[in-house]
C-alpha cells in the first residue's frame, strides 16, 4: 500500500514518529516534512503547504496533527477526495497549557476539532489523550453561543482509537552498561525545558532530600528553548558537586549511556499527552518516579502503581522511600510492557490498521459507484 505521510512539524518526538514508521512499515511511505519551527503556522498554513508538496496518489494519507486537514481536503478535492485520511494526534491544542506569551484562546483547538471531523480515522497515542481530547470537546463548543453543533462529538468518538507511539527501543541496546556503575543512586530529569514539566518540583525535592542527608547525583537533559529555568540555575548554585549532566545531549550515544547508568526517572509534568523520554528510560532500566495523573498510570503495571506513582505534593516522600532502601521494585514485567511500543512490534500494527482503513474506504466507494 502507498502512504503519503505528511509531518508538518519535522523535528523532536514527531521526527522520531515519522522516521519510525516510515523505516519499520512495510508499506510504501512517501514522508513529506515541513520544518519544525513556527508551530502556530504549521497549524494555519501547513494544509497548503502540503496541498503543493503532494503531487502522487496514494491509497492513503496519515497526517501528523498539527495540520488544518479541512483545508487540504478543500485544496485536493479534485484529484484526492477518493483518498482516506488518517489524522494521528501526538498532542492537541484543546487541553495544551497557554504560556503568558500565547494567549491564542480556542483558535488552534478549533482547528484539531474541525480536522478530527474531516478526517477518515483519528488515532491518539494514549488512552489518556483520547479520553482527555472528547472531554474537552463540549468545553470548546460551548463557547460559541449558537449552532455549537454538540453532535458532532459524537461522530468524532466513533472514528477515534487509540494507537499506541511507536519507539525505536531497541536501539538502546547496544550502548548498555555492565555492570551497573556502584554508589550514590543517579536520578534523571529527561524533559522538555519548559513550565509544563514543572522543574520548580522536581529541584524543591532535591534540595530537600539532600538537606536531610541523602546521598545522590543528577542528570538534567531534554531540548531547552532560551535561558535556563530558574529552577535549575538554583540547584546548580546549591548542588554543583552532585550534578553529573546538565543540558541537552546531543549525541544519542552519550543520551543511551546515561539513561543506562541511571538509577531513576523522575517526571514532574503537568501536560503529558504519551511519556516518551519516560518510556525510553525505563526501557533502560531506570525506575520511573511519576505523578499519578495524565498517561503515566497507563504506562505501568498494575504492581508497580503503589511504588512508581505519587499523589500531588508527594515527591519528597516518595523519592524519600526509595532512596531509603524501603521500595523493592522488579523492572522485569515493567521492561516488557515498554518492550511492546518498539517500532518492530509497533509497525505492523499500524499497517494493519491503516490497510484496513483504505480497504474499507475502497469498498464503500465501490458500492457507491
Known amino acids: 500500500m502507498r502512504t503519503a505521510l505528511l509531518e508538518s512539524y519535522y523535528g523532536g518526538s514527531h521526527k522520531a514518529w515519522a522516521d519510525g514508521y516510515t523505516t519499520f512499515s512495510a508499506h510504501e511511505i512517501e514522508l ?124 468524532i468518538r466513533a472514528k477515534s482509537q487509540v494507537l499506541p507511539l511507536g519507539i525505536d527501543l531497541r536501539r538502546f541496546d547496544q550502548f548498555k552498561v555492565r555492570p551497573r556503575r556502584v554508589g550514590a543512586p543517579l536520578i534523571v530529569w529527561n524533559h522538555r525545558w519548559e513550565e509544563d514539566k514543572d522543574p520548580d518540583a ?13 546521598d545522590f547525583r543528577i542528570a538534567i537533559t531534554g531540548e531547552s528553548f532560551g535561558e535556563m529555568p530558574a529552577a535549575f540555575q538554583s540547584l546548580q548554585r546549591q548542588l554543583p558537586d552532585r550534578i553529573e549532566q546538565l543540558g541537552y545531549l546531543g549525541s544519542f550515544a552519550d543520551y543511551a549511556d546515561l539513561l543506562w547508568r541511571a538509577d531513576y526517572v523522575v517526571s514532574t509534568a503537568w501536560q503529558e499527552f504519551f511519556g516518551l523520554s519516560i518510556c525510553e528510560a525505563i526501557y533502560c532500566d531506570c525506575i520511573p518516579i511519576l505523578p499519578d495523573r495524565l498517561n503515566y498510570p497507563d504506562l505501568l503495571t498494575e504492581e508497580l502503581r503503589g511504588q512508581c506513582l505519587y499523589t500531588r505534593d508527594r515527591l519528597t516522600a516518595q523519592l524519600r522511600s526509595h532512596l531509603r532502601g524501603d521500595m ?42
Do not use: C
Open 32 to 155: 513529506i516534512t515541513l520544518p519544525a519551527q513556527f508551530w502556530k503556522w504549521r497549524m494555519q498554513g501547513a494544509a497548503i503547504s502540503f496541498a503543493r508538496l503532494l503531487q502522487s496518489k496514494p491509497d492513503l494519507i496519515l497526517a501528523s496533527s498539527m495540520i488544518d486537514l479541512s483545508i487540504l481536503r478543500a485544496l485536493t478535492y479534485r484529484h484526492l477526495s477518493e483518498v482516506p485520511i488518517a489524522l494521528y494526534f501526538h498532542e492537541n491544542q484543546l487541553s495544551y497549557p497557554q504560556n503568558r506569551r500565547q494567549g491564542h484562546g480556542w483558535r488552534y483547538g478549533f482547528i484539531n476539532y474541525v480536522s478530527a471531523l474531516t478526517a477518515d480515522s483519528n488515532y491518539f497515542n494514549s488512552p489518556f489523550h483520547l479520553r482527555d481530547f472528547m472531554q474537552q470537546l463540549p468545553r470548546l463548543l460551548k463557547h460559541f453561543a449558537d449552532y455549537n453543533e454538540l453532535e458532532t462529538i459524537e461522530s
Open 202 to 214: 522536581f529541584v524543591r525535592s532535591l534540595l530537600q532530600l539532600a538537606g536531610e542527608g541523602f
Open 328 to 369: 523493592q521494585v522488579n523492572l522485569t514485567s515493567l521492561r516488557a510492557k515498554i518492550a511492546e511500543f518498539d517500532w518492530r512490534v509497533m509497525a505492523p500494527r499500524y499497517d494493519e490498521k491503516l490497510h484496513a482503513l483504505a480497504m474499507s474506504h475502497r469498498a464503500r466507494l465501490n458500492r457507491r459507484h
